[in-house]
């Protein structure tokens, strides 16, 4: 059984990047597909993207691990 960790996730921080995405789609499906990730990067017309998690999400914690731009964290790593 995989782990499971509090993400937290701050919009502001985000760039729209999206390798959260190719991290996640890459570990579950095996192919760099941001469609098929299950985290979410909304960023029509917004100044700072939205982050979403689906309901498929296990919260494993790579998306936040492979972060460059700390807008996911794993809850208690370098949370100011």
Same mark, same amino acid.
């Given at each position: 059984m995989?782990?499971s960790?509090? !993400? @937290?996730?701050?919009?502001?921080?985000?760039?729209?990047?999206? !390798?959260?995405?190719?991290i996640?789609?890459?570990?579950?499906?095996?192919?760099?597909?941001?469609?098929?990730?299950?985290i !979410? @990067?909304?960023?029509?017309?917004?100044?700072?993207?939205t !982050?979403?998690?689906?309901?498929?999400?296990?919260?494993?914690?790579?998306?936040?691990?492979?972060c460059?731009?700390?807008?996911?964290?794993l809850?208690?790593?370098? @949370?100011?």
């Open positions: 995989m782990e960790f509090k !993400i @937290i996730a701050d919009p502001k921080k985000c760039t729209g990047c999206r !390798i959260c995405q190719f996640c789609s890459s570990l579950y499906h095996h192919e760099f597909n941001p469609s098929k990730s299950y !979410i @990067i909304l960023d029509e017309y917004e100044l700072s993207p !982050i979403q998690f689906s309901d498929k999400c296990n919260h494993c914690g790579q998306c936040a691990r492979n460059l731009y700390g807008a996911l964290k809850e208690g790593e370098g @949370i100011s």
